[in-house]
């Protein structure tokens, strides 16, 4: 993407590239990050000084034939929602090294196009490679194209299947969180807004990390949140549905191709669309959004009624024949996806 610290230009066309983007204009925004890269190149900084968040790894050398560092210098949810990318590199490329945040080496390590997967740490890794990038300059230095860019099918799979008491007969599972990292509060919501989704047939678990975890009890949430996040993703393929702010675990239930729907704030990240409920990056994501100048009760309260929907759907789809594989559309038009009636074996 392009650079906005220290760059006159970079709001501007942080601007334009994401307009491009949520427009699904690949092209477009591939050309403004020529742009910024060409800029970046005749001022020559040095690589691999600053925080890591910030530097710009990538200045575009050629990846074909080559062995490939990748390295994963943002947040878990960038990691996780980029590594679709390792594919289409590795098909160019001779070799693909992810090195990642330590949690997530056993999910990366299973995923198409990485060779080897290696933790993340202060130091060089202990890899020899040709030539480096960061996660997130993958599509740009590939030229990633719609096709690339839509998930098709699930590309995470969990080393370990879920707890097969999570899901109680008869009843719908919804899997919860409500609170994100501290470095971008606006995302996260009151637990209370939740306490609405307890409806007759429905069972809310929490997912929740962290100090907020102790208030899953205040909306009849039974905890099965877990650190390790290997785990974490069997548990949520175990789920029916997710209901979730814009998070790692979000990218990570939609990844493993779960029902999963994103709560945004008004002011959405650029990767979501800022109106509409759908999304390219994850078919079976659901987005919800928050109006400007409001509260979280308004956008609960249509989070509320499509649970209504969905859960009255899911009843008769349940009913029904057998269910195709998780990784069918979600919810449109009162239409219930399939998926969401899937039994606990065909879900992993």
């Keep these: ?15 334009e590239w994401t307009a491009a983007l949520r427009a699904g204009d690949f092209g477009r925004a591939w050309a403004i990050s020529d742009v910024s890269l060409a800029r970046l190149r005749r001022r020559s900084p040095a690589k691999h000084e600053g925080p890591r968040h910030q530097q710009r790894i990538w200045r575009g050398e050629a990846l074909g034939g080559r062995t490939v560092l990748v390295r994963c210098y943002h947040g878990l949810g960038d990691t996780i929602q980029f590594i679709r990318f390792a594919r289409p590199l590795r098909a160019i490329a001779r ?63 969990p080393p370990t299947p879920g707890p097969q008491n999570v899901r109680q007969a008869g009843r719908l599972s919804i899997g919860l969180v409500w609170q994100t990292s501290a470095w971008d509060v606006r995302r996260s919501f009151p637990v209370h807004e939740l306490r609405p989704l307890a409806l007759p047939g429905a069972q809310l ?52 191709g779960c029902q999963t729907w994103i709560v945004l704030p ?21 987005l919800f959004h928050q109006e400007p100048d409001s509260n979280w009760h308004g956008v609960f309260e249509e989070v509320g009624q499509a649970l209504a929907s969905y859960l009255k759907r899911w009843r008769s789809v349940r009913a029904g024949p057998a269910l195709p594989p998780p990784s069918s ?20």
């Design 1 to 15: 993407m392009p650079q906005t610290a220290a760059d006159p230009d970079g709001g501007r066309e942080m601007e």
């Design 95 to 157: 070799r693909v090294v992810v090195w990642c945040q330590g949690e997530l080496v056993s999910l990366i390590s299973g995923v198409a196009g990485v060779d080897l997967a290696l933790p993340l740490h202060d130091g060089v890794p202990e890899v020899g490679f040709d030539v480096d990038i960061e996660i997130m300059e993958i599509p740009h230095a590939i030229r990633a194209t719609r096709d690339q860019v839509t998930m098709r099918h699930p590309y995470l799979q």
């Design 205 to 256: 678990y929490s997912l929740q990390i962290g100090e907020a975890a102790q208030d899953a009890g205040s909306i009849g949430a039974i905890d099965i949140s877990v650190p390790d996040l290997a785990r974490l993703a069997g548990r949520l393929r175990a789920l029916d549905l997710v209901i979730c702010p814009d998070t790692m675990v979000a990218h990570l239930a939609a990844a493993l």
């Design 266 to 286: 008004a002011d959405c990240d650029w990767r979501w669309p800022d109106r509409g409920s759908r999304t390219l990056w994850y078919p079976t994501v659901r």
């Design 329 to 348: 559309p979600v919810e449109r038009d009162g239409e219930m996806p399939a998926a969401a009636g899937a039994s606990a074996d065909s879900r992993g």
